[in-house]
């Protein structure tokens, strides 16, 4: 086991936290100014929200193939500015050690090479959903809740989801925001290597050691890519560096990366809502289950056992009985609860009525995708926003919740599911 670096997260928490910590200050002693530290401040959110703070999803017509690629079928894809400048940067990999200016059998840094890039969130998220469904299963099946009806489960889960929400999203835009998507979602992050995250001995003996390491951050710096601290085999583009600015504007006018993520990204809030009644009616379907009870017979007074089947929906008859302003109210009360947990019932209630009357007014849902999502999206210290999640004595049960113990199918966590979840 290594002295200084971390190899595994068997050790004990102070240990560990000692050996990350001479982790991150050996690589930011190199003052190398793109080798930044992802899962800080802003960074968190790169490629998730745009400049007034609304989540985003970058528009699949915007990502390309990927040139250089290790021996997958399918070539990964990255969007198309991106794509461009990586390719050149592999091509001038290539040209520098066939000059002999880089040592030439470097595994990773000599040729260039894409082993993931783009993630498709919404499939990240359709894996994630069932997971957490499952949990929620477990919850309800813990306090003895039987459904019968659509109506009996919300008003069941309302007050576990005001619990829950705090660490664990519902909402497809809640996942883009939260540990559980990594920035690879968004089209901007290429990985060059297949490593263990948390390995961080191995990160230091066969990238930073490797005699290639300044050339790889220098010439990332020069064609716009800063390198993730944490994972210093992920490149990350930089929306605002000159050269990107260039290689952008080959497809469209911008002079800025608000610009930039103006054209090639979405509202992930419309985009949510627009599958939102189909979610809810999934989670129903998913948690209704048959079930029995015993009832007293009017002719013996006996307990006789007596089946009871939830009541089901048709996506046409659902929409019948559930418009659209009903679904406009739940979803502000549960992002209200993903991104604004600490807000009382009576400031909950007050921002659903406002949102309720300028839906009333103009039901074009301008309002709910941009207005109610940039004021709750602008704190720092709330679930899933710009700063780190705050930390607090929960409910011993929201807790296993969150760590996925509920149920006998847990939230398992993703590749990125450990202290560097939020990559």
């Not at 190398?32 to 528009?59: C, R, S, W």
């Not at 660490?167 to 996942?175: D, H, I, K, M, N």
């Not at 009616?281 to 006789?304: I, K, P």
């Not at 709750?376 to 929201?398: A, C, M, P, Q, V």
């Amino acid at each position: 086991m290594s002295q200084y670096y971390a190899e595994t997260n068997g050790e004990s928490t102070m240990r560990l936290f000692n050996k990350r910590t001479i982790y991150r200050e050996f690589l930011k002693a190199q003052n190398h100014n793109n080798i930044i530290q992802m899962d800080g401040a802003e960074k968190i959110l790169y490629g998730k929200v745009d400049y007034n703070f609304i989540p985003i999803v970058v528009t699949k017509d915007k990502l390309t193939n990927l040139t250089f690629f290790n021996d997958q079928a399918i070539p990964p894809t990255a969007v198309n500015f991106v794509a461009d400048l990586f390719n050149a940067m592999a091509d001038q990999f290539k040209k520098c050690v066939q000059s002999g200016n880089i040592r030439p059998n470097d595994p990773y840094l000599s040729n260039l090479k894409a082993y993931k890039a783009y993630e498709d969130p919404l499939q990240l998220y359709n894996t994630y959903k069932t997971q957490f469904f499952n949990s929620l299963a477990g919850l309800l099946i813990q306090d003895g809740i039987k459904i019968n009806n659509f109506d009996q489960m919300i008003t069941a889960l309302l007050p576990i989801l005001k619990e829950v929400l705090k660490f664990q999203p519902l909402t497809f835009t809640g996942f883009l925001k939260s540990k559980n998507c990594s920035i690879m979602s968004t089209g901007l992050a290429i990985e060059i290597a297949d490593f263990d995250y948390i390995n961080d001995h191995d990160k230091i003996e066969t990238f930073v050691k490797s005699d290639n390491w300044n050339f790889f951050v220098n010439t990332c710096d020069s064609y716009g890519f800063m390198v993730d601290l944490n994972i210093p085999w992920r490149i990350v583009i930089d929306l605002n560096a000159d050269c990107v600015l260039a290689m952008t504007s080959r497809y469209v006018q911008t002079s800025s990366a608000a610009k930039t993520l103006a054209y090639y990204y979405a509202n992930s809030s419309r985009y949510c809502f627009s599958f939102f009644m189909a979610t809810m009616l999934e989670m129903y379907n998913f948690l209704r289950e048959q079930y029995v009870e015993l009832v007293v017979c009017d002719d013996t007074g006996a307990l006789v056992a007596s089946a009871v089947i939830p009541e089901e929906y048709t996506l046409i008859n659902f929409r019948e009985k559930y418009n659209e302003r009903y679904f406009v109210e739940l979803y502000t009360k549960i992002r209200l609860y993903e991104e604004m947990p600490e807000l009382s019932n009576e400031e909950i209630k007050k921002v659903v009525r406002n949102q309720l009357e300028h839906y009333a007014v103009l039901p074009d849902l301008n309002h709910l995708f941009n207005f109610l999502e940039s004021q709750i999206n602008k704190t720092f210290d709330t679930t899933g926003s710009l700063g780190y999640i705050r930390d607090g004595e929960k409910k011993r049960r929201f807790e296993d919740f969150k760590k996925g113990d509920i149920s006998n199918v847990t939230i398992t966590q993703s590749e990125e599911g450990n202290d560097f979840s939020g990559y």
